[in-house]
């Protein structure tokens, strides 16, 4: 999806909402993201790590992400009351609530079938969020 057309589009907060931010003991809000194996790739586009993300707002203050490259953030999220087999969108605006200017990915979550179990998930290549 890459269209934003048709959704609709709240804050996440760590207070509200069934989508929320989650507190974990380490990392901290704003480290530095440590690159991994697993994270997501975008074709051969160069990906730039920005930092780990418990609240709002996010930056790209780590370092800088050149025309053409990818910023990759890594958010701490848990469902706190969100519908099974719910799908939630992800968009990055400006802290003005103004849009970016080029959006060619839309992240995604998709919360758990089944049992309620609360665990933290990160970035859009986790399939579900728990």
């Not at 990392?27 to 160069?46: E, K």
């Amino acid at each position: 999806m890459s269209d934003f057309s048709g959704e609709t589009y709240a804050d996440v907060s760590a207070t509200s909402g069934a989508i929320r931010f989650y507190d974990n003991p380490a990392p901290r809000d704003n480290d530095a993201l440590v690159a991994s194996t697993n994270d997501p790739t975008h074709g051969a586009d160069t990906i730039v790590s920005q930092s780990y993300e418990e609240a709002n707002n996010v930056t790209n203050s780590v370092a800088s992400i050149p025309a053409g490259q990818d910023g990759q953030w890594d958010f701490a999220l848990v469902d706190h009351s969100a519908p099974e087999s719910t799908t939630y969108c992800l968009r990055v605006v400006k802290s003005d609530g103004t849009v970016l200017d080029t959006y060619t990915v839309i992240p995604e979550v998709t919360t758990r079938t089944g049992a309620s179990s609360r665990r933290n998930t990160t970035s859009p290549s986790f399939p579900s969020i728990y």
